[in-house]
């Protein structure tokens, strides 16, 4: 009962953790994108300090919406792959692991 637990709890946290990468590359390519419209625009020339604010929420916040999307339908895909390969193909393949050396006990 215990492993059970523990195994979920580590697998929510390698989940968890890439959505965190996700959500972090998101929100460098919002950052890029509103530099780039703002740059291109002269917005700091005309002192249009507002139209910058606004377009640095809106990108931002597009980026990491995006991002979300694409992470959770790549979570989900790899989840289907999975699923597909354990019920379909897994059973028509047989690995067999060995070794060379035998594991001896240290007392």
Avoid: C
Avoid at 21 to 45: C, E, P, T, W
Avoid at 65 to 75: A, C, D, G, W
């Amino acid at each position: 009962m215990l492993v059970k637990k523990i195994v979920e709890s580590m697998k929510l946290k390698k989940l968890l953790i890439f959505l965190i990468y996700g959500v972090q590359i998101g929100f460098i390519l919002g950052l890029v994108r509103a530099i780039k419209i703002i740059s291109s625009q002269n917005y700091f020339s005309y002192k249009l300090h507002r139209l910058i604010f606004f377009s640095l929420i809106d990108s931002i916040n597009r980026g990491i919406i995006y991002s979300l999307i694409t992470i959770v339908l790549l979570i989900l895909l790899i989840k289907i792959i999975i699923f597909i390969w354990t019920k379909l193909f897994s059973p028509f393949f047989e690995f067999k692991i060995t070794r060379k050396k035998r594991i001896e006990s240290l007392t």
